[in-house]
């Protein structure tokens, strides 16, 4: 294999071996902890702009297929781990990892020590990196990395966000949940889905699919609209409640979603997950912050401060809501147990809540799937 070499804005140096797409890529460097999932992490919007690493040591085992990606295509600039597997082996498996990145033109780079790299990241902060499979002098790298495009201050929610409206799954073909049949190594069995008893709107800032075929598996029928829809045209929807999804980038710049969303209150009751967490912390008046490396993974630690309960969480964001920055009429309902920031919120008057993790997971657990039918709960009390 060719080398390849990952440099960081601040000098530091990771060399490996090329796999994938070649080619030159930069963008910020951040970690995922998840063991498993490693293609849904690539095909997250939420990771435009990003180079992901992952720590866990051996990836592609299992291979690639259409039905675990969670969008079109995938997001991340490049992927950086410790060791290719060459040969997955799953019955699922349609397509090897190295195959799937030169397919979709992403660089990776294995051979890293990922250790190394995430302890640099926890101690000195996010920042940029170059990853290049090219000859290229390490300074020159170095300076790519330097003078290249970031994440604080850039909408990406404009490159991932629908062009226009749709419905999802009209004919419940996408949504279904499936198992194995007993005693069987590949038969599928599918269950059926409950009656859609809500009819909702959801923005989409950058929406994983499984947020989708679990809003549905809860009883609601979607309507997904564009990032930049305004409130008057979610409004003449007449929907029951409206959605706010998890996307990329800085929530500070999304000043036409802050509008549109500060305009929906008091009107519906409205639920946001990640992205749509953060944009309501500023339809509310409040502010965020770039948090030191992030909070990306399926282990992350959250307490309910109203029942005491633990739940570990899937989570993958890089900024949190200023709980100081919030006026009274928000309570703080939920903290990582980590660092104490804010993983949850609700309007104390209106129907309105949020939580900064990913209740649907994929990949991850599913201690906070009962989000969903809390948010139906909700509807059924307002109406």
């Not at 409130?231 to 800085?250: E, I, T």
């Not at 309910?304 to 900024?319: C, E, M």
């Not at 920055?325 to 949020?354: A, C, Q, Y």
Request: aromatic content about 8%; charged content about 20%; hydrophobic content about 35%.
């Amino acid at each position: 294999m060719a080398r390849a070499i990952l440099a960081l804005e601040d000098g530091r140096i990771f060399e490996g071996e090329s796999f994938g797409a070649t080619g030159t890529r930069v963008g910020e460097i951040c970690f995922n902890t998840s063991m498993t999932g490693y293609q849904e992490v690539l095909t997250d919007p939420s990771y435009r702009g990003q180079i992901v690493a992952m720590t866990y040591p051996l990836i592609g085992n299992y291979g690639t297929n259409a039905l675990d990606q969670e969008s079109g295509e995938p997001h991340v600039r490049g992927f950086v781990i410790e060791e290719l597997s060459e040969i997955p082996s799953n019955w699922r498996s349609e397509m090897s990892l190295d195959d799937y990145l030169k397919r979709w033109n992403i660089p990776g780079v294995q051979g890293i020590d990922t250790r190394a790299l995430t302890r640099h990241l926890r101690t000195i902060g996010a920042m940029k990196a170059c990853l290049t499979t090219e000859p290229m002098p390490s300074q020159e790298a170095i300076d790519r990395a330097i003078t290249g495009e970031g994440v604080v201050g850039i909408d990406y929610v404009r490159e991932v966000t629908p062009r226009a409206p749709y419905d999802w799954d009209p004919d419940d073909r996408l949504s279904t949940e499936w198992t194995v049949a007993s005693g069987t190594l590949a038969e599928v069995v599918h269950h059926k889905l409950p009656p859609k008893r809500h009819r909702i709107v959801a923005y989409d800032y950058g929406m994983k699919q499984n947020i989708l075929r679990r809003l549905r598996q809860n009883g609601f029928a979607v309507t997904v609209v564009p990032a930049t829809t305004s409130a008057a045209d979610v409004l003449a929807m007449n929907p029951d409640g409206v959605f706010l999804s998890n996307g990329p980038g800085d929530p500070s710049v999304l000043a036409y979603a802050h509008e549109s969303v500060r305009g929906l209150m008091g009107k519906k009751p409205i639920f946001g997950i990640c992205l749509g967490h953060q944009v309501l912390g500023y339809a509310f008046g409040g502010k965020t912050f770039k948090l030191k490396f992030g909070h990306r993974g399926g282990n992350q630690p959250v307490k309910d401060l109203g029942s005491g309960k633990v739940a570990i969480t899937s989570q993958n964001h890089g900024f949190a809501v200023d709980a100081d920055s919030l006026p009274k009429e928000i309570e703080v309902t939920h903290v990582n147990l980590n660092d104490g920031t804010v993983e949850g919120m609700r309007h104390r008057e209106l129907p309105i809540f949020s939580v900064q993790y990913h209740p649907e997971a994929a990949p991850g657990p599913h201690d906070a799937s009962y989000f969903f039918s809390q948010f139906a709960e909700l509807i059924e009390s307002t109406r």
